[in-house]
């Protein structure tokens, strides 16, 4: 009978503990980051009456016969499942979403506590602390390398009130972009200015014309043998009187002009009248031979070809060439007679000529070479005369200082071999007219253009001053092989200059170059860094490396047949600043903004993890601690190791369930009363057992 009461008893003592916990539950439903526990009810020892037995022969086993003793509360359960993630308006507010906890300590990091309540701030003193006042346990930027290493020990974590980044010297350009390798370009510049005095500078950048372009931006893709037909003055000869004053039969195998068969019968009427028919048969043919005849001398009866070589592409159209089996008597020329002023101008990919006789053609690489011989062809013809190409690209003949007037005349150039380049003559086509001696007696050509993009970006010195640098790629090389070469200049505003720099512009430095392969993949870049000199008192000299692209890849500098154009340009200086403001990412890693419009991280959150969560012990003020059943906390990073992520501006809240907390409160009632009424059924079993001894 009284084990009854006993049991009784035993089931109250468990269903209040089950009571004590569950009304802790609910009252941390607010609790940021609580986690609600549940009471495991078990059995007491029972009394054995009868131990079991087997069965025996004919006669079956039996089973034991226990009596309960009652119940206890053998362990409580803390249920680590994921709280709901709530809003927030305050940017150190942070939440875990998956397993972890934070880290915090009250004593330097010598002991550690354990927490899913996010809610930090940062004291007076910088401390980023909870609502116990414990520092949160992390990694700090290193003051040296400028970075938080989340491989070293975890300490507080602090970030000193107004806290200010020093300025940061450049030390990397980054440079994506496309450089057009097409043959229409957008963007161009002049060639450079040549005015043929020896040991001058500007006479050192002749460009090869076969990379250069027209005044549209059209590429004159100057092939070996292209180029033009150029003459100063017209091509004239004079013939001798005619005597003969008989009928003249002219066949075709008698008589060519500019290898064109000249046919005609004269009336023999007398020689100005065979003159005359002799020119007039000549002149039929001018549209083929470039030769216009006509008639003088004091009787009439001599023929003067002229020829301004104006027309047609080839050899036959330019100059006059007299081929002829008949006597002078009757044409006044001997078989052979030439006069020749207008002469080929070839391109050649390898090598042109520096230096060519006066007059006599000859093959160009470059605007210099081709300045030059147009020079001496226009000096043979005009002493005084001068031949420049101007700052604006433009080819100028200048007879202001000549003696004689000109007759200029610029054509496209064929032959057998040769296709016409229309593209270089049309460029120099404004050259050609009549040129008088005297002020003023100048003719220009169009601009001749050389590839070019142009990008530019600020760079920081170590006392954070600002520094401009341009970066002008100009076109300088190309094969249908290898590819192409962009020559890249360097300019800096002064008193900045750059190591290396030829005074007096020792803040331009020319000289480096960008070789692609025939995919447009950069394949080279020499030099690949340059040397600064501010010229402030900051540190001098300072370098800055030129990071334009993986080779052999195109993750930068790019030569496709596409418009030239920058599509991203950065560095890594930066002036100082003030902290302006704090943001939590999903790593923990808590980023400042600065003044100078500079971000980066100051200090990552640490986060633990446990093999037994349930195995934490309960510090209060929402703080756990491990026990030798939790195991030891495995520390790093968010996101990693099996840690969940950080949420900023978010808070957990509680995973108490209130459904679920009073509906369990009704099971506890009820078990509780329950186990009241055994009690008191046990008292009247027992009032009624004393009562029979009355």
């Known amino acids: 009978m009284l084990k009854s009461l006993f049991s009784g008893v035993s089931g109250l003592q468990s269903h209040q503990i089950a009571m004590d916990v569950e009304s802790n539950n609910i009252a941390n439903v607010n609790t940021i980051g609580f986690k609600y526990s549940r009471a495991n009810f078990s059995d007491l020892l029972a009394q054995t009456n009868q131990i079991a037995t087997a069965p025996q022969g004919q006669l079956g086993g039996r089973n034991a016969v226990q009596i309960g003793l009652g119940a206890t509360v053998n362990s409580i359960t803390r249920i680590h499942t994921q709280g709901s993630i709530q809003n927030t308006d305050k940017n150190t507010d942070v939440a875990i979403q998956g397993d972890g906890f934070f880290v915090v300590s009250s004593d330097g990091g010598n002991s550690y506590k354990y927490t899913r309540s996010g809610d930090f701030k940062f004291d007076a003193d910088g401390n980023f602390v909870d609502n116990n006042g414990f520092i949160a346990q992390g990694w700090v930027r290193d003051e040296i390398t400028n970075l938080v290493d989340n491989t070293a020990p975890t300490q507080n974590i602090v970030i000193a009130p107004g806290l200010t980044t020093p300025a940061n010297a450049t030390e990397n350009i980054t440079l994506k972009a496309n450089l057009n390798s097409g043959s229409i370009v957008n963007q161009f510049s002049p060639t450079f200015a040549l005015n043929g005095v020896n040991g001058d500078p500007d006479d050192i950048q002749a460009e090869d014309m076969g990379v250069l372009f027209d005044a549209t931006g059209q590429a004159f893709n100057l092939q070996t043998g292209q180029g033009i ?104 020329f001997a078989n052979g007679d030439t006069h020749v002023t207008a002469y080929q101008y070839t391109y050649d990919p390898v090598a042109g000529n520096a230096n060519i006789p006066a007059g006599t053609g000859g093959s160009f690489n470059s605007t210099e070479e081709l300045r030059n011989m147009l020079d001496q062809a226009a000096l043979s013809v005009s002493a005084g005369s001068d031949v420049t190409i101007g700052a604006d690209g433009k080819i100028n003949i200048d007879n202001s200082s000549g003696a004689t007037a000109m007759n200029i005349s610029i054509t496209d150039l064929s032959s057998a071999t040769v296709n016409e380049n229309i593209f270089l003559a049309r ?73 290396g720099a030829t005074a007096p512009d020792t803040n331009v430095l020319t000289g480096g170059n960008v070789t692609f392969d025939s995919n447009g993949a950069i394949v080279g870049i020499n030099p690949g860094s340059f040397d600064l000199i501010p010229g402030n008192g900051s540190s001098s000299p300072q370098t800055v490396d030129l990071d334009f692209g993986t080779l052999n890849s195109y993750d930068g500098l790019t030569s496709f047949d596409s418009p030239s154009a920058t599509s991203g340009l950065s560095q890594d200086g930066f002036t100082g600043g003030d902290l302006l403001g704090i943001r939590i990412d999903q790593s923990g890693t808590l980023i400042g903004s600065f003044s100078n419009g500079r971000s980066f991280g100051l200090a990552q959150i640490a986060m633990a993890k446990f093999v037994n969560n349930e195995g934490l012990a309960s510090d209060g003020g929402n703080v756990y601690l491990q026990s030798a059943n939790s195991g030891d906390p495995i520390i790093g990073t968010a996101a990693t190791g099996g840690r969940g992520f950080i949420q900023s501006s978010a808070l957990e809240a509680s995973n108490v369930d209130l459904s679920r907390s009073l509906t369990q409160l009704i099971i506890i009632q009820r078990g509780y009363q329950a186990n009241g009424k055994t009690i008191t059924t046990s008292d009247n079993l027992l009032e009624t057992l004393i009562g029979l001894k009355r």
């Open 229 to 332: 037909w150029a003459s100063f003055e017209d091509s004239t000869l004079t013939g001798a009187a005619i005597t003969n004053a008989g009928v003249i039969s002219i066949t075709g195998t008698q008589l060519t002009i500019n290898n064109e068969p000249i046919i005609v019968t004269t009336s023999g009427v007398s020689t100005s009248q065979n003159a005359r028919e002799i020119a007039d048969a000549i002149n039929s043919k001018t549209s083929t031979t470039g030769v216009v005849a006509a008639i003088t001398g004091a009787g009439n009866d001599q023929i003067i070809l002229t020829n301004n070589n104006r027309t047609g592409t080839t050899v036959d159209s330019k100059n006059i060439l007299v081929n002829t089996t008949l006597p002078i008597a009757d044409i006044g």
């Open 427 to 499: 460029n120099l086509q404004s050259l050609q007219g009549s040129l008088g001696t005297g002020v003023g007696q100048i003719r220009r050509s169009q601009p001749i253009n050389a590839a070019t993009h142009t990008s530019s970006l600020d760079i920081f010195d170590s006392l954070g001053s600002k520094h401009t640098i341009t970066i002008d790629f100009r076109k300088t090389d190309q094969t249908t092989a290898t590819g192409s070469i962009w020559e890249y200049t360097l300019t800096v505003p002064q008193p900045a200059s750059f190591v």
